[in-house]
């Protein structure tokens, strides 16, 4: 199992970036699909989730409003359109695959995840 996770890089306050994931080695259709980040010197915070079908998605109450993800089953593929950033939002990125019924939250609800990508906000 292997998830990729791509898409980072610095921009400015107020830029967009789109974070993508690519699955393989799982069925990626029958896994819910999380994004998590972790800013240095702190703990990985949940920041998204979306159900395994695609439809029914969830954010932190900090990126509520700016950031979107969704998940493509048939391309083996999760996003996270991130808009309106803020220096806040540096950090690194993690996809994860979850089989948890509900809204996982915490990171041990995830089995699978990707290596991580670095998303720095300039102000």
């Known amino acids: 199992v292997q998830l990729q996770a791509s898409g980072g890089g610095l921009v400015q306050a107020g830029d967009s970036l789109r974070l993508s994931c690519l699955a393989s080695?799982?069925?990626?259709?029958?896994?819910?699909m999380g994004w998590f980040r972790q800013a240095p010197g702190k703990e990985r915070e949940w920041v998204s989730f979306?159900?395994?079908?695609?439809?029914?998605?969830f954010y932190a109450d900090s990126v509520k409003g700016r950031f979107t993800i969704s998940k493509d089953n048939a391309k083996n593929m999760g996003y996270l359109q991130m808009s309106s950033l803020k220096p806040e939002d540096t950090a690194v990125y993690y996809c994860?695959?979850?089989?948890?019924?509900?809204?996982?939250?915490?990171?041990?609800?995830?089995?699978?995840w990707g290596q991580g990508t670095l998303v720095t906000v300039s102000s």
């Open positions: 080695g799982l069925t990626f259709r029958n896994y819910g």
């Open positions: 994860a695959a979850s089989l948890t019924v509900g809204v996982p939250r915490r990171t041990e609800e995830y089995g699978h």
């Open positions: 979306v159900r395994r079908s695609g439809s029914g998605t």
